[in-house]
Each structure stands twice: as structure tokens, then as C-alpha cells.
Antibody
Framework: QITLKESGPTLVKPTQTLTLTCTFSGFSLSTSGVGVGWIRQPPGKALEWLAL???????RYSPSLKSRLTITKDTSKNQVVLTMTNMDPVDTATYYCAHRGSAGTTGGFDPWGQGTLVTVSS | SYELTQPPSVSVSPGQTARITCSGDALPKQYAYWYQQKPGQAPVLVIY???ERPSGIPERFSGSSSGTTVTLTISGVQAEDEADYYC???????????FGGGTKLTVL
């Protein structure tokens, strides 16, 4: 059974850097084709894809946020870390991490973590 | 940047068929995925690779693709299907992912 859980601060101040950790179990990020993605959702709004890291350390970023995002993995700890710099109140959202199946499986984001609400306010 | 377009809302009566569309220029080249999200919950994958259904997803959920539009069809809609539905795919080169704006399905 694959599970993921997000952790990090619930409140950050404007201009600060947000660091979120996704801790997962039930799969290895060294398995060919597998990835972990980050997606966020402002309150009452749509999902927004942020970043994705694959088993081979291939990293993909949202074009609109690329300059502010960094995604890394620690395979030995079964963790993926997302950092977002220069936080603004508009970045207030629930942040999700999700398992990205290989092409031989669903290939979609499945399953997702429970999400963590991050509020940006002074 | 690349966008996927969904209708904001769809309403159907119980037992009827709901169809939710998602349009994007790269859909002929890239697979589409559909997610169901109920209030206060994380999204759940209900269709992958345009038309495949994950294990555990009821057979009333199906997907199809035609040109630049993909469609999620829910046959015999039940009250429990009331939720937000999101399509997801990639740009034409497969460089980055994108979600549609979401469709709120209301069961009357």
C-alpha cells in the first residue's frame, strides 16, 4: 500500500522560504519510471501542478513558478522536499504530494497525500 | 503557457449520464487523467491514459478522447458522485504537467 504525507510549517511570513517534506512508503523512488509530484490548491480554487521529480533525478517545474521552486529527493529516507522562495499571501494553499506511477502502471498521480494547509501572512 | 479548459459546472439528476469535457491543443499527443475531489478530501484518480479505469473505481466511470477534447462520462450518476472533477495532462513536449480548472458536478 502506497502512502504519502506532507509536513512543514502551517504559517509563513511574506518573503520567507517555504520548505515542505513529503514522506512516503510502499514504493521506492529508485524504481524506474516512478516519480513524486507536488500540487497545490488555494482555498476554493483549482488544483495547480508545481513540480515533479523522477527516479533518475529528472526534475520538472511549472513554467510560471520555476524561478521560485526547487525539488529534491532523498531515496534512502523515502522523502521528497519542495522549497518555494519569496512566499506571498497568494501562495496560501493546501499543498499536496502525490505518487506518479510509471508508464507501465496508471501513469497518473495516484495516490495523493492528505495535504497540508500553508498560510502566508505577516 | 498551456491550458486545459473545462466547464465550471455540470448538473444532472440521479440515474442520468453526466459528461464532463476537457479541451487542450496537446491532448491528441498526451494522455489525459481525471481526478475526483470531494470537499475536504484529497483528489482521487478515476481515469488514466484517457480511458482506463483504476481498480476500485466503479464501472459507471469511463473516459474517451476525440481530437483536442477528452470526456469523462459518469453513467447512472449517484448522489455520491457529487464532487469536483479535474482533468490533467502534459504540454505537447511532455515537459510539464497541467490541470484543468475543474468542473463541479451537482446531482440534483
Amino acid at each position: 500500500q502506497i502512502t504519502l504525507k506532507e509536513s512543514g510549517p502551517t504559517l509563513v511570513k511574506p518573503t520567507q522560504t517555504l520548505t515542505l517534506t513529503c514522506t512516503f512508503s510502499g514504493f521506492s523512488l529508485s524504481t524506474s519510471g516512478v516519480g513524486v509530484g507536488w500540487i497545490r490548491q488555494p482555498p476554493g480554487k483549482a488544483l495547480e501542478w508545481l513540480a515533479l521529480i523522477y527516479w533518475n533525478d529528472d526534475k520538472r517545474y511549472s513554467p510560471s513558478l520555476k524561478s521560485r521552486l526547487t525539488i529534491t529527493k532523498d531515496t534512502s529516507k523515502n522523502q521528497v522536499v519542495l522549497t518555494m522562495t519569496n512566499m506571498d499571501p497568494v501562495d496560501t494553499a493546501t499543498y499536496y504530494c502525490a505518487h506518479r506511477g510509471s508508464a507501465g502502471t496508471t501513469g497518473g498521480f495516484d495516490p495523493w497525500g492528505q495535504g497540508t494547509l500553508v498560510t502566508v501572512s505577516s | 503557457s498551456y491550458e486545459l479548459t473545462q466547464p465550471p459546472s455540470v448538473s444532472v439528476s440521479p440515474g442520468q449520464t453526466a459528461r464532463i469535457t476537457c479541451s487542450g491543443d496537446a491532448l491528441p499527443k498526451q494522455y489525459a487523467y481525471w481526478y475526483q475531489q470531494k470537499p475536504g478530501q484529497a483528489p482521487v484518480l478515476v481515469i488514466y491514459k484517457d480511458s482506463e479505469r483504476p481498480s476500485g473505481i466503479p464501472e459507471r466511470f469511463s473516459g474517451s478522447s476525440s481530437g483536442t477534447t477528452v470526456t469523462l462520462t459518469i453513467s447512472g450518476v449517484q448522489a455520491e458522485d457529487e464532487a469536483d472533477y479535474y482533468c490533467q495532462s502534459a504540454d505537447s513536449s511532455g515537459t510539464y504537467e497541467v490541470f484543468g480548472g475543474g468542473t463541479k458536478l451537482t446531482v440534483l
